[in-house]
């Protein structure tokens, strides 16, 4: 896919080839309303790591809000759109990784959005602020919030502002990434 043919799509190039496969990593969203740690591990997911590293290294999620908040079934927040729109992404996408290894997404835990066809995943990731048993395992997990979780709790404590159907659409306590970083160590 080329940035020219797709109008939601943000081009800063690919991530390296050769990414960490050892260690831990700690991705940071500093938030208009607070401050959100991810522990991630690059053993289980190293595309994914290395991707949001990528993108974060290029500022491509600072100044974005996140888009998507969904209140019944399935409750999660979606951020990691640079268009705001849910279709929006980098110029390129990659495959899933780890996707037998946990059996739905617990609260807290992080994942990469992606389409219904496999090898889609991109830039936007969900963070499950309640357990979600029933959603398929068909996303890569790619950590767990170790901090700010109180920050994810009051944005899905106000609401939707219905969009999608009447429990999912943007959040109506907006929150926006001021800076994204990840660092492994």
Same mark, same amino acid.
């Given at each position: 896919m080329s940035?020219?043919?797709?109008? #939601? !799509? =943000?081009? /800063?190039?690919?991530?390296?080839?050769? !990414?960490? @496969?050892?260690?831990?990593?700690t991705m940071t969203l500093t938030t208009n309303l607070g401050t959100v740690e991810i522990a991630m591990d690059p053993k289980l997911a190293p595309c994914a790591v290395a991707n949001f590293a990528h993108l974060a290294g290029k500022k491509f999620f600072d100044g974005t809000a $996140?888009? @998507? &908040?969904?209140?019944?079934? &399935?409750?999660?927040?979606? $951020?990691?759109?640079?268009?705001?729109?849910?279709?929006?992404?980098?110029?390129?996408r990659y495959a899933e990784e780890n996707l037998s290894s946990r059996p739905g997404y617990a609260r807290g835990s992080v994942a990469v959005a992606k389409t219904q066809e496999p090898s889609t995943s991109g830039s936007q990731f969900f963070i499950?602020?309640?357990? #979600?048993? &029933? &959603?398929? !395992?068909d996303y890569t997990p790619i950590g767990?919030?170790? =901090?700010?979780?109180?920050? *994810?709790? =009051? !944005?899905?404590?106000?609401? /939707?502002?219905?969009? #999608?159907?009447?429990?999912?659409?943007?959040? =109506? *306590?907006r929150i926006v990434l001021r800076q994204v970083t990840v660092v492994y160590a």
């Open positions: 940035a020219g043919s797709e109008p #939601n !799509v =943000k081009d /800063v190039g690919t991530p390296p080839a050769t !990414v960490p @496969r050892t260690g831990k990593a $996140c888009h @998507r &908040l969904t209140t019944a079934g &399935l409750f999660v927040l979606q $951020c990691g759109d640079p268009s705001g729109t849910g279709t929006g992404g980098p110029a390129y499950s602020y309640a357990d #979600n048993p &029933l &959603l398929p !395992v767990t919030v170790t =901090k700010g979780m109180d920050v *994810i709790d =009051k !944005v899905a404590a106000g609401g /939707v502002t219905p969009g #999608n159907g009447p429990d999912d659409g943007a959040p =109506k *306590i």
